[in-house]
């Protein structure tokens, strides 16, 4: 085997040309070569190169600030980004939405599939994933702006049904992070809390004729691995940077966590309580939806109080939680450590997750939402002036036998109390979350129906369910006035189900 070269950051920057298709790993802050984009962030600022850049990537990678993909947030650095999720990068954001990059938004899992489909050299992804949502060309092609004009994604018909087409090309850089490398670049994870897709997208590269950089926390001696650990074999490896101490952290918010990276018994954590206010109370009603032996995925905020209600009631053991990011088991881990699980029984590469999400494996997932409209669809991927993006969410929602779409039902600054019995809502939130018509639809009500499974949306007052007309309310929190708590925050009128019930009270205590 040839030897790679071992080199520092400064020299392995210099290996991205001008108007280079750079392939990113990483998810959130894990596994992602911190290093290496902020390296090439330098180099770009000192020397104006490299220039118009294709940035390419799966799931979101940064801080909300200054780390991961944000390196990339200045102008002429970029030409073309396709990425899945842009909330944690707001200065790529801030160019999409000031027209100054071409720019796209493809599902999460779509993306990480579609490494694979380069590396095998195939013209793309067919999928199912994203039909009737602005992913599809008829709704934008997931395009954000007006300069994006080129038509990425096609709507094809196959056996009678309808597709989604996701175009290949050829990736001339990727960016990537592992733990440990030897003087042949092949490259273990021991530390590292996922792999992501960095097979997927070395193997991509290599075959696009590109060059793959990794970062490593340190060099091991040739011939002392189990070769069944290697993540990345040297052959699809150009160069190896390996990072100085403290410089490589296993994610943006923990230097390193035994319990990341080891098997254990979720019943011997000791977990942190859910604070009491609208988050507890949500979370212990859409608790009530997963039933014993469900495999489960949660979304990133609201949603992961699912899991510190279930442990406050004893039923963790009730359910195996996974995470798209490649943990199976164990407990998600939330803020700039979501990706890593505590205790995860095992670990897959991302894209086979979302292969298993994609089949209708997920038993019920719980998502997040920033608007829902009369006819089911939400919204969580463009509103009030800001990118997020979809990251897994298309890929989750369309695909899960239930869904369960767990937020308040007002945003900013609501406040409530559980009185003798009754919720009270001390301040309402500013923002109504329930819109005549989402501005970006990222999950459409419509195919749900066609799909037939059951959809709930679950707030602190109360909980709605899809229906073949829109949504229906089926229950109600204690104290609540239907006009006045309900229908006033509403743009649109829901049908009331005749047998609408009250929440239990039990969710408020």
């Excluded at 092609?141 to 709507?155: A, H, I, P, S, Y």
Aim: glycine share 12%.
């Amino acid at each position: 085997m040839r030897k790679t070269r071992i080199m520092t950051a400064a020299e392995a920057v210099k290996m991205v040309p001008d108007g280079a298709t750079v392939a990113t790993g990483g998810f959130v802050g894990c596994t992602h070569p911190e290093l290496l984009t902020a390296e090439l962030e330098k180099r770009y600022l000192a020397d104006g190169s490299p220039s118009a850049l294709t940035l390419v990537y799966a799931a979101g990678q940064g801080d909300g600030k200054t780390r991961g993909l944000n390196h990339f947030g200045h102008d002429g650095m970029l030409k073309r980004v396709i990425g899945g999720h842009w909330n944690l990068a707001p200065t790529m954001g801030r160019l999409a939405l000031e027209n100054r990059i071409e720019a796209y938004n493809f599902p999460q899992g779509v993306i990480s599939q579609l490494f694979r489909e380069i590396a095998s050299g195939t013209p793309g992804r067919l999928t199912h994933v994203g039909l009737q949502t602005f992913v599809d060309p008829r709704h934008g092609g997931g395009k954000l702006n007006e300069r994006t004009v080129e038509d990425l994604v096609e709507l094809v018909h196959l056996q009678g049904r309808e597709w989604l087409f996701y175009k290949a090309f050829k990736l001339d850089i990727g960016l990537l992070s592992g733990t440990s490398s030897d003087s042949f670049g092949n490259i273990s994870f021991e530390n590292e809390v996922i792999s992501a897709e960095a097979l997927s997208i070395a193997i991509a590269v290599r075959n696009s004729g590109g060059k793959v950089i990794v970062q490593v926390e340190r060099l091991v001696d040739d011939f002392s691995r189990d070769p069944k650990n290697i993540q990345i074999p040297g052959i699809f490896v150009d160069a190896v940077v390996v990072a100085p101490p403290g410089e490589h952290l296993q994610t943006f918010a923990e230097r390193y966590n035994p319990n990341y990276i080891r098997q254990g018994d979720v019943a011997t954590l000791a977990l942190p309580s859910l604070e009491n206010g609208p988050r507890r109370t949500i979370a212990r009603r859409a608790l009530a939806e997963i039933t014993p032996g469900d495999v489960v995925n949660l979304g990133i905020g609201l949603p992961e109080g699912i899991a510190l209600a279930a442990y406050e009631e004893g039923k963790l053991g009730d359910m195996t939680f996974t995470v798209e990011a490649g943990p199976i088991g164990g407990i998600p881990a939330s803020g700039l450590s979501f990706g890593a699980s505590t205790f995860p029984q095992a670990v897959i590469d991302q894209p086979y997750m979302f292969d298993f999400y994609d089949g209708g494996g997920l038993d019920v997932a719980f998502l997040g939402l920033a608007e829902a409209d009369a006819r089911g669809n939400v919204n969580v991927s463009k509103f009030s002036g800001r990118i997020a993006g979809i990251g897994g969410f298309m890929n989750i929602t369309q695909n899960a036998a239930k869904v369960v779409f767990a937020g308040t039902f007002t945003a900013g600054g609501l406040e409530m109390d559980f009185v003798d019995g009754t919720l009270r809502i001390l301040q309402e939130g500013r923002f109504d979350k329930f819109v005549q018509a989402v501005e970006h639809v990222t999950f459409s009500g419509d195919y749900a129906r066609q799909k037939n499974r059951p959809v709930l949306f679950i707030t602190e007052r109360a909980v709605f369910r899809l229906t073949a007309s829109g949504l229906e309310l089926v229950e109600i929190a204690p104290g609540i006035d239907l006009q006045r708590d309900i229908f006033n925050h509403m743009a649109f009128k829901p049908a009331v189900s005749p047998d609408l019930r009250q929440m239990p009270a039990a969710i408020f205590k």
